[in-house]
């Protein structure tokens, strides 16, 4: 017994050990901290709200991104979780990914990319129960690349390019640089009452022409002034979510330029998307009180 039982431990840590890229490790809503997940089948994944990662937390490639068992939540994100937490509509979410870089070793590797955020609501009002590869979900959150705003260095290796002399600040840099790996943003206020699943995204175009998707479920009980049976918002199944035309993208072109909005579906018209520094902070000092 022992024998066997050392072997798994060396095997878990060996699997842990293999994380290239990252994890989310902690979110929080209703100002109180949650646990996330690993990237293996631990005990402690069944206590999370966030689904699994896959071994090697390895990233969507362009090539599947119309497999919804994919990327709608990772590669070993599309079974569920028994585990549901409760927020409100109009509240802020704030998730943590655990990476592999940075002075730490815990932050999230790659710079050049952006951030999104969706929503779907679960069949039969049960994330627990729910295959994400029939989610059908609608955007509310998305920072990508500002021209107007210097690039930021910091911490990180190797310039995040984009546009000429990799002049301006991509989202994914601003939420390592800036913001310590976490990632802002708000649940919309006007959304009816029900189980969803908050998908949190990076993509990044380090790699010429093949973006790579990472996202990440967590599976949320939204409770809402909303009277029930309003209706969602506009949905777009998850096997659609991205075109070939929103793969094509050159970020080492001196006359690069990145259209958010040509990624993705249209930001729900409810989405605040005012995440950031700030929301955590408010987060925060709301907490405190």
């Given at each position: 017994?022992?024998f066997?039982s050392?072997t ?8 842990a050990g293999a994380?290239a ?11 109180q ?7 293996w ?6 206590n ?8 090697n937390t390895g ?6 991104i119309?497999n919804?068992?994919l990327?709608?939540?990772g ?12 927020t409100q ?7 943590h990914w655990?990476?592999s870089?940075g002075p730490d070793?815990?932050?999230w590797p790659h710079p050049?990319g ?5 929503m779907a ?6 994330c627990?129960t ?13 920072d990508?690349?500002?021209m107007?705003?210097?690039?930021e ?12 002399n ?6 994914a840099t601003k939420?390592?640089?800036d913001?310590?790996?976490?990632i802002?943003?708000?649940i919309?206020g006007?959304i009816?009452?029900?189980q969803y699943?908050?998908?949190?995204e990076?993509v ?8 790579q998707?990472?996202p990440a ?5 939204i ?10 918002p ?12 929103s793969e ?8 690069f330029q ?11 018209a ?17 907490a405190?009180?």
């Amino acid at each position: 017994m022992f024998f066997k039982s050392s072997t798994i431990a060396v095997v878990a840590s060996m699997i842990a050990g293999a994380a290239a890229h990252g994890t989310v490790d902690v979110f929080s809503a209703n100002y109180q901290d949650y646990q996330g997940a690993d990237n293996w089948a631990s005990a402690a994944n069944a206590n999370s709200a966030v689904r699994q990662f896959p071994a090697n937390t390895g990233y969507v490639a362009g090539g599947d991104i119309y497999n919804p068992s994919l990327i709608s939540c990772g590669m070993a994100g599309h079974a569920p979780t028994p585990t549901v937490v409760t927020t409100q509509a109009g509240s802020y979410v704030n998730v943590h990914w655990k990476g592999s870089s940075g002075p730490d070793g815990n932050s999230w590797p790659h710079p050049e990319g952006a951030v999104f955020g969706y929503m779907a609501p679960c069949d039969n009002n049960d994330c627990t129960t729910f295959d994400s590869a029939n989610a059908n979900f609608f955007k509310i959150f998305q920072d990508g690349h500002d021209m107007t705003v210097p690039n930021e260095q910091g911490w990180i290796d190797h310039m995040p390019y984009g546009g000429a002399n990799g002049a301006g600040l991509w989202g994914a840099t601003k939420s390592m640089v800036d913001e310590g790996s976490w990632i802002v943003m708000q649940i919309p206020g006007d959304i009816p009452a029900a189980q969803y699943l908050l998908r949190v995204e990076h993509v990044s175009y380090h790699e010429i022409n093949a973006p790579q998707h990472y996202p990440a479920c967590i599976q949320l009980d939204i409770t809402s002034t909303t009277p029930n049976g309003s209706p969602f918002p506009a949905l777009t199944p998850a096997g659609q979510l991205y075109s070939p035309e929103s793969e094509i993208i050159d970020i080492y072109q001196p006359d690069f330029q990145y259209d958010i909005n040509k990624v993705g579906p249209v930001l729900y018209a409810g989405a605040s998307n005012n995440g950031g520094t700030n929301a955590r902070r408010r987060h925060h000092a709301e907490a405190s009180h």
